[in-house]
């Protein structure tokens, strides 16, 4: 089975950047997506990225379109998530998997946004 390793979560004020990246250990053919869990709430799709390569497809939830960017890099079988002008409604854990979640999870990252 691929595993999944997040990285890249921390404590940062409101307004600021994190940089979170999934490591896979091996390549995934498929879209994959970060997902986030708050306290109290249910797992939820943030961003998504197609595996093509001859064309890109991104999606974003509403709540995070403008500040998130996702990239990958299937070379080195990565997912990155760049997060700007982080707000604390942004505070959860971070996992990354397929958008079909057919992965087992892996740990999570957490990200916490407060002053």
């Known amino acids: 089975q691929v595993q999944l390793v997040e990285s890249g979560g921390g404590l940062v004020q409101p307004g600021g950047s994190l940089r979170l990246s999934c490591a896979a250990s091996?390549?995934?053919?498929?879209?994959m997506g970060w997902y986030r869990q708050a306290p109290g709430k249910q797992r939820e799709l943030v961003a998504s990225?197609?595996?093509?390569?001859?064309?890109?497809?991104?999606n974003y939830a509403d709540s995070v379109k403008g500040r998130f960017t996702i990239s990958r890099d299937n070379a080195k079988n990565t997912v990155n998530l760049q997060m700007n002008n982080l707000k604390p409604d942004d505070t959860g854990v971070y996992y990354c998997?397929?958008?079909?979640?057919?992965?087992?999870w892996g740990q999570g990252t957490q990200v916490t946004v407060s002053s």
């Open positions: 998997n397929t958008v079909l979640q057919d992965l087992v």
């Open positions: 091996s390549r995934i053919f498929i879209a």
């Open positions: 990225i197609s595996s093509t390569t001859s064309t890109r497809s991104t």
